[in-house]
């Protein structure tokens, strides 16, 4: 698996029962530029605020990188509404980071729900089972790695949910992390679980949405 993992994704929309998965594009910079500007949000995923011009090029980047994939995680509901933006359909994102250049089989997975109605709604599981399900079959991820803050209760508790195991506790960056090894079990229950999403290609899905501004 040597090729660039986030150009596989480039034009890949993958539609679950409630949410929508798409690459993320320039377009969508502006609302996660806002997004991010929450003190809550940048202590869940560890981050700096950014200028709206390191943001794009942060999306550049993201979007260029071989060992990063991501996608923007749409209200499905909204977004099947063509007369309503793809950025105002935004709620959250969702990455896969390559992170053992000697292991292409191992990925952390990362995860965030930035529009607080969203929330405790079942929405997190899904797009995290989505993204799985796309790791396993379409990156050979073998083992799942999540390393979330302790004090996000909620994300730990939904990971143990997916049967992810507790690992270590790193007390400096007051972290837990949690793996989850893709057995055949494993593997199967997820596939089972992605039956009914549909992948479709991302351009040829907008342009039937948005009707040719001419």
Not at 47 to 59: G, I, N, R, V
Request: aromatic share 8%; proline share 4%.
């Amino acid at each position: 698996m040597c090729f660039g993992v986030m150009k596989i994704n480039e034009n890949t929309l993958l539609e679950g029962q409630r949410v929508v998965l798409v690459p993320y594009n320039a377009e969508h910079v502006p609302r996660y530029h806002e997004w991010m500007k929450s003190p809550e949000l940048q202590q869940l995923t560890a981050s700096e605020p950014l200028t709206l011009d390191q943001e794009y090029d942060m999306q550049r980047s993201w979007r260029e990188d071989d060992d990063k994939c991501t996608f923007i995680v749409l209200d499905k509901q909204r977004w099947a509404d063509t007369s309503v933006e793809e950025e105002q359909c935004m709620v959250g994102d969702v990455n896969i980071f390559l992170t053992d250049p000697t292991d292409p089989s191992l990925a952390e997975l990362e995860i965030m729900i930035a529009e607080p109605s969203y929330r405790g709604k079942g929405i997190g599981k899904e797009v995290t089972r989505l993204m799985m399900c796309y790791g396993v079959t379409k990156l050979g991820v073998k083992k799942f790695q999540a390393k979330i803050g302790l004090d996000n209760q909620v994300s730990i508790a939904m990971f143990k949910k997916l049967d992810f195991q507790e690992v270590s506790v790193c007390k400096v960056f007051k972290e837990v992390t949690l793996e989850m090894t893709v057995d055949e079990s494993v593997r199967t229950r997820l596939l089972d679980d992605m039956a009914d999403v549909n992948e479709r290609d991302y351009r040829q899905t907008c342009s039937n949405r948005r009707e040719p501004v001419s």
